[in-house]
């Protein structure tokens, strides 16, 4: 099993950056493919972006493509996420999850942290 803990989350005014990160319990981190997911009041919760378990590929949504970067740590058990040129319609809770295989899907995904709210300013 996979614990996942999500932190970095918080009040940023529109055009900032922050940086997620979501540390993982469990010594097969690496072996697994992490994703980030958000969730917006109202909102069903939607694919951000995905990195593989070597971190040689990346996917992310069309709606963060040039302004997120997803990137891991295997040896810190971590998974970041930077945002950058943040905009209000990013304001949502932000999850890690984590899947045997590279997918863009949230069904694919076994295992989720609690999500850490991400609130930007207009």
């Known amino acids: 099993q996979v614990q996942l803990v999500e932190s970095g989350g918080g009040l940023v005014q529109a055009g900032g950056s922050l940086r997620l990160s979501c540390s993982a319990s469990g010594r097969t981190f690496s072996t697994y493919t992490m994703g980030w997911f958000r969730q917006a009041p109202g909102k069903e919760r939607e694919f951000v972006a995905t990195?593989?378990?070597?971190?040689?590929?990346?996917y992310y949504a069309d709606s963060v493509k040039g302004r997120f970067t997803i990137s891991r740590d295997n040896a810190k058990n971590t998974v970041y996420l930077q945002m950058n040129s943040l905009k209000a319609e990013d304001t949502a809770v932000y999850y890690c999850?984590?899947?045997?295989?590279?997918?863009?899907?949230?069904?694919?995904?076994?295992?989720w942290g609690q999500g850490t709210q991400v609130t930007v300013s207009s």
């Open positions: 990195i593989s378990w070597s971190g040689g590929s990346t």
């Open positions: 999850a984590s899947a045997i295989v590279v997918a863009t899907t949230s069904s694919a995904y076994r295992y």
